[in-house]
């Protein structure tokens, strides 16, 4: 009798080790990932079967790594072959496809010292995800300045990604109670940082400017940086106020899961005629036609599904 294949149609992770269906990749209670949040991961996304900058992902995700001093056993090479790996188990041609390392179990039961632990590498492809549901990206999202402040950069880098988002889950609570989409957050000091999974810029002018501080250096944000010039904008990196972002032209959003995401309202302030900006607009509509023209992308191979 031969042996039922396993089914990946649902997603493909790799976790110690093997290839399983996505239902079956368990982290056990005992890892510090879960118990202490001592985890970092990136996620990097696959349209029309291609990766979208898997190398900055990767870059980014080693810088976590050493930022945390985890070093799950797996080289640059070897991610890259995993990564590909679960992709083309999924037959997905767009996924949502995360990198992840955990502290992992200690080995000494009860310890309490980081050496102790093996740190592990999961990696898993799922179909596509948004961030912000396509219907809200299209009348542009409802945001809401929450009252927590985000956490400081002295204690949690946010350069370094990271699933602490305690501060995150309260705004996002706060914004559903008032009626809003989600949630961005100032800083102790009233500067503009993020939100829950994306990067935030302000359209004023010809100048499209991002958050200098309290903000993970997104891989969308770089895209549309970069894409400014062509487009005849300029893109900043700067201090972003309270009083800016209310005084903005537009305001948009940025994440690997869900691209370039206009907003239409922040708070009660209501921008252009309450409907996605121009320049957001432009500068989206640009984002995914260079996808279709193949900018930054690495093909799938996905014959490596029976290798
Ligand atoms: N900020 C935070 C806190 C995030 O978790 C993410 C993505 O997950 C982003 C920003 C956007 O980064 P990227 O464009 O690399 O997905």
Redesign the pocket.
């Known amino acids: 009798m031969t042996e039922a294949k396993s089914d990946f149609s649902k997603g493909a992770a790799y976790i110690n080790g093997q290839y399983v269906p996505i239902s079956e990749a368990k982290v056990p209670v005992g890892d510090w990932g879960f118990t202490h949040s001592d985890v970092t991961y990136?996620?990097v996304?696959v349209t029309d079967g291609g990766f979208f900058r898997l190398e900055?992902?990767l870059d980014?995700f080693h810088r976590s790594l050493e930022g945390y001093r985890l070093d799950p056993g797996v080289s640059r090479g070897e991610m890259r072959t995993i990564l590909g790996k679960v992709v083309a188990l999924s037959g997905l041609k767009d996924a949502f496809v995360a990198m992840i390392s955990t502290r992992g179990v200690p080995r000494v039961y009860g310890s309490r010292d980081p050496d102790d632990c093996d740190n592990t590498f999961i990696a898993y492809a799922v179909p596509w995800v948004d961030?912000i549901k396509p219907d809200v990206q299209a009348r542009g999202a409802h945001l809401l300045v929450a009252q927590v402040p985000r956490i400081s950069q002295d204690s949690l880098d946010?350069t370094l990604?990271?699933y602490m988002?305690r501060d995150?889950t309260r705004g996002m609570f706060e914004a559903k109670d008032k009626g809003f989409d989600t949630a961005i957050l100032l800083d102790a000091e009233g500067y503009l940082t993020?939100?829950?999974?994306?990067?935030v810029f302000i359209v004023k002018g010809n100048e499209v400017i991002t958050p200098d501080r309290g903000?993970?250096?997104?891989?969308?944000?770089?895209?549309v940086l970069d894409l400014c010039p062509e487009l005849g904008l300029e893109g900043k990196v700067a201090p972003v106020t309270f009083e800016e972002l209310m005084d903005a032209d537009e305001v948009f959003t940025?994440?690997?899961?869900g691209g370039v995401m206009p907003c239409s309202r922040v708070n009660e302030r209501i921008y252009g005629n309450d409907r996605p900006g121009p320049i957001s607009a432009k500068i989206k509509e640009t984002y995914w036609r260079k996808h279709k023209e193949g900018w930054h992308m690495t093909p799938v191979n996905y014959a490596d599904a029976d290798n």
């Not at 993020?194 to 990067?199: D, I, K, M, W």
């Open positions: 990136d996620v996304h900055d992902h980014r961030v946010p990604k990271n988002w995150f993020e939100g829950a999974g994306f990067n903000a993970l250096r997104g891989i969308t944000r770089l895209a940025t994440t690997t899961a």
